[in-house]
Nanobody, 121 residues
Framework: VQLVESGGGLVQPGGSLRLSCAAS????????MGWFRQAPGKERDFVAV????????DYADSVKGRFTISRDNAKSTVYLQMNSLKPEDTAVYYC???????????????WGQGTQVTVSS
C-alpha cells in the first residue's frame, strides 16, 4: 500500500488549497479514504472521510462547509478541497485508507507521509 499526498503549502487566511492523495498497491475502489491532520504538539485529528463512492462523506465540525472531500476511483486518487482557510488549519495533513469510514484515526491502518499546510499572513 502506498499513499502519496501533495498540494500542501503556505497560504494566506481566507485562501484555498487542494490536496491530492495518489494511492497504489491495493484495490482503491473498495476502501474508504480519509484525511486527518496533526498540528505540532497535538494528536492526529479527523478531518474528513469518503466512502467507496462520493455518495457518503463525513466532516469534522471545524471544517464543515469549508472543506470538500472527493475521490476519483478511475485515478485512484482522493482530494481535499480547502476553502476559507484559517490559521488554526495549519497542520500536517495525512491521507489514509481503511475498510470502514470511521472518525477514529486509530482504526485506520495505512497512511501517507503527510503534506504541510501553513495558513499565515
Amino acid at each position: 500500500v502506498q499513499l502519496v499526498e501533495s498540494g500542501g503549502g503556505l497560504v494566506q487566511p481566507g485562501g484555498s488549497l487542494r490536496l491530492s492523495c495518489a494511492a497504489s498497491g491495493f484495490t482503491f475502489s473498495v476502501y474508504a479514504m480519509g484525511w486527518f491532520r496533526q498540528a505540532p504538539g497535538k494528536e492526529r485529528d479527523f478531518v474528513a472521510v469518503v466512502g467507496r463512492s462520493n455518495s457518503y462523506t463525513d466532516y469534522a465540525d471545524s471544517v464543515k462547509g469549508r472543506f470538500t472531500i472527493s475521490r476519483d476511483n478511475a485515478k485512484s486518487t482522493v482530494y481535499l478541497q480547502m476553502n476559507s482557510l484559517k490559521p488554526e488549519d495549519t497542520a500536517v495533513y495525512y491521507c489514509a485508507a481503511a475498510a470502514a469510514a470511521l472518525r477514529d484515526p486509530n482504526r485506520w491502518r495505512d497512511w501517507g507521509q503527510g503534506t504541510q499546510v501553513t495558513v499565515s499572513s
